[in-house]
């Protein structure tokens, strides 16, 4: 099995900046997939961004392109998303979606952390 956690998350004013950290723990072989998302009430959940394994290639959602950077340690099967120049529309919880193939040559499983709520207000 596989735990994921987030941390990082807290209140901020419009402009400020917060480092959200996932971690992947458990039976892992290798992770395909890092994602960040987030979901606010009454809001569908939304991609927010996310890398690759290899490459490490990223994706961004257009609202936040440009002000957050996802980043990874695979050494650590940890995934980093830097958000910068907050605003209020960015508020919200974050969860974090890991792809982990948990033996070689076996499928990939998908796991979600529990979230952690970020709030922007001035």
């Known amino acids: 099995q596989v735990q994921v956690v987030e941390s990082g998350g807290g209140l901020v004013q419009p402009g400020g900046s917060l480092r959200l950290s996932c971690t992947a723990s458990?039976?892992?072989?290798?992770?395909?997939?890092l994602g960040w998302y987030r979901q606010a009430p009454g809001k569908q959940r939304e991609l927010v961004a996310a890398?690759?394994?290899?490459?490490?290639?990223?994706n961004y959602a257009d609202s936040v392109k440009g002000r957050f950077t996802i980043s990874r340690d695979n050494a650590k099967n940890t995934s980093y998303l830097q958000m910068n120049s907050l605003k209020l529309e960015d508020a919200a919880v974050y969860y974090c979606?890991?792809?982990?193939?948990?033996?070689?040559?076996?499928?990939?499983?998908?796991?979600w952390g529990q979230g952690t709520q970020v709030t922007v207000s001035s």
């Open positions: 458990g039976t892992i072989f290798s992770i395909n997939y």
């Open positions: 979606n890991v792809h982990v193939v948990p033996a070689a040559g076996r499928p990939t499983f998908s796991y």
């Open positions: 890398i690759t394994s290899g490459a490490g290639s990223t």
